[in-house]
Structures are given as structure tokens and as C-alpha cells.
């Protein structure tokens, strides 16, 4: 459904306090609203923080074989160099850039979902897959917000790494924006917005290495009664600064012309209201299946700073399963 009526199911499922999942695409174009007790678990399965619909399984573990693809650099830096150039005119001071990677995988899309361990996951009509480690937002009951956007990532194996992602002129750079994008984000519809924890780092496993990812807090209060309107609210907030970029709508614009395919569900937003809390995730760290074939989703910020052959080895390091 479009983002019209997507808001208003939202807002009379929030009104009545009935729990549901919503699932949007990166555009806000395609947006699935259902109450947990319509959703099919042989078509669509949800773990959000541990509260999921998965049937209890016994699975059968082996090692992870995954083999990439990427784009040959010289596509790769095409698409950054015209990054740069809407930079250096200002058009925008950060963009998420991303590609699709063929990928090949002993796992099916369904055993990626019970395999993985990620804060939010989703497995979709065996069409895609996501397994992610990143909050959008989340809502208590006495109505206060928080977002933690990360920004910043590095192989923990390197020699100083937590020291030299925290100190790192670029990442800074990136990761400053984004806060400040989001922080103003949440201005919109909240008060008392604050940044009560700034650069912290947190450890992602996966099934080839450790990597250091840099996170921040930010908060901020709701009205009482924000369930009554919580499909304005969220949407308010789409896309994600953190996929996408400052300013918001320009970027967005700049990486509809950049990209070379569709993003689809990639970098949306997923997450669960209860009845009286949500919690919601960023849609990245995603597989999907294409003619029979699957393609792993991953992207970086891009700023003034930022090394093309240095986002291109990010891309690539992004791609994994968090299996181990």
C-alpha cells in the first residue's frame, strides 16, 4: 500500500492498541501493515530483539560458504566520483551509496533467518531476507524516543582498531552528520531532544571476522497519546538518515540517479508495536533472490573526505552473515 493509507492503518491500529508489524520499502512507496494475528509464518517470519513469530525448528548447523561477486572498481568509482561531484557543489554533504553483489550461498534464505543473530530479522515469501543490527527507532510506553544511528565500521582484527575507527577524521565526519541530521529528525515530532551517548562502539560478529560499527543515542519525548497518530510519526522520519544522507530529499534525489538498480525493501524500515511500545529497525545487511539467483545489498557514506578505493573495500566487507 502507498504511504497514505500505510498512515492511516497505522494510526487505527495504534488508536485501538492492536499490535501489528509494518515493513517499508526505502522510497516509503510500498509499505506492508499487518496485525500479528493475520500474518502467515510459512510466508513471513519476524524477530524483532527475540519477540518473533518463528516456529521453534531444530537446525542443522554447518559451515557458512559464501562467495562475492562485486562490481569491478572502475563502476564502483564512477558512481562515486559523481558522488563527489554533487559534494563539492553542495547539493550534499553525505550520501549512503550502495550496489548490488551477485553473491553464491549454502544457505537458504529461510536458514539465514534462523541462523543469524541479528537484532532485527525478516524473511519474506522465500524472495528476501534481512538481518540486521541497526535501531531505527524505538518508543517506551511513557512515550519516549530513541534512535541510534551507526555510522563507521572497521575490521576489529587490524592492530588499534577501536582507536582508530573512533579516531578517524572521516568516519567522525560522517557519523557527526548523521546525528545531527537525525537529531533534527526527531525535533519534528518530539521534545527534549537530547545526545545522551555519542561515538560508542559496538561489536558485530559474523561468519568471517569481528568488525568495530560506531553508534550514538538519541532522545527525545512524545506526546502521551502518540500511539493516536503513530504512522505520522514514523513516517515523519523516513527514509533513514543513516542510508541515506543530508540533506535528506536532495540525497535521496542524487542516489535515485547514482545507483544502478532498486533499492526495493533494501535500507527501509521494519519493526513491531505491541499495544503500548514499538521497536523498529533499519533494513540493512540484506539478501535477495533474483531469477533464481541471490544478491547481497551493502553500501557506505560517502563524504568529501571519503576514498573510493577505501568505500569500495567497505562495501565488500559488509557482505556476511552474521552466523557463527
Known amino acids: 500500500m502507498n504511504s497514505v493509507r500505510a498512515i492511516r492503518q497505522m494510526n487505527a491500529l495504534g488508536q485501538q492498541r492492536i499490535p501489528f508489524l509494518f515493513i517499508v520499502d526505502f522510497l516509503g512507496n510500498n509499505t506492508q501493515v499487518l496485525p500479528l494475528d493475520d500474518i502467515d509464518s510459512s510466508q513471513l517470519l519476524f524477530d524483532v530483539q527475540g519477540i518473533s513469530n518463528a516456529p521453534t525448528r531444530s537446525i542443522q548447523k554447518f559451515p557458512v560458504k559464501l562467495e562475492k561477486f562485486p562490481v ?29 553483489t551477485p553473491i553464491t550461498l549454502n544457505l537458504s534464505l529461510q536458514e539465514v533467518f534462523y ?80 545526545v ?17 560499527q560506531m553508534s550514538s543515542e538519541i532522545r527525545g519525548r512524545l506526546p502521551p497519546d502518540y500511539t493516536d497518530s503513530i504512522g505520522d510519526l514514523l513516517f515523519a522520519l523516513l527514509p533513514a538518515g543513516s542510508i541515506s544522507g543530508a540533506p535528506k530529499p536532495k540525497t535521496v534525489a542524487i ?26 529497525g533499519v533494513m540493512i545487511r540484506f539478501i535477495e533472490k533474483k531469477d533464481g539467483k541471490y544478491v547481497f545489498k551493502s553500501g557506505g557514506g560517502i563524504t568529501y573526505f571519503s576514498e573510493a578505493e577505501r568505500e569500495y573495500r567497505e562495501l565488500i566487507d559488509k557482505i556476511y552473515v552474521p552466523i557463527y
Open 72 to 100: 569491478d572498481f572502475a563502476t564502483y568509482q564512477a558512481a562515486f566520483e559523481r558522488v563527489q561531484y554533487h559534494i563539492r557543489r553542495g547539493d550534499t554533504y553525505l550520501v549512503n551509496l550502495s550496489f548490488e
Open 115 to 194: 541462523r543469524s543473530q541479528a537484532r532485527y530479522k525478516l524473511y519474506s515469501h522465500d524472495q528476501w531476507v534481512v538481518f540486521s543490527p541497526e535501531t531505527f527507532c524505538q518508543i517506551d510506553e511513557t512515550g519516549v524516543i530513541r534512535t541510534f544511528p551507526m555510522k563507521g565500521t572497521i575490521d576489529a582484527s587490524l592492530p588499534d582498531a577501536a582507536t582508530r575507527l573512533t579516531n578517524d577524521n572521516k568516519e567522525k565526519a560522517e557519523h557527526t552528520t548523521v546525528v545531527d541530521l537525525l537529531r533534527n529528525d526527531l525535533s519534528q515530532i518530539a521534545i527534549d531532544v537530547t
Open 196 to 212: 545522551p551517548r555519542f561515538q560508542y562502539l559496538e561489536k558485530i560478529i559474523t561468519h568471517q571476522r569481528a568488525l568495530w
Open 255 to 280: 542516489i535515485r540517479e547514482v545507483e544502478n538498480y532498486n533499492r526495493g525493501f533494501y535500507t527501509g524500515v521494519m519493526g513491531l508495536f505491541d499495544g503500548k511500545k514499538l521497536d523498529s
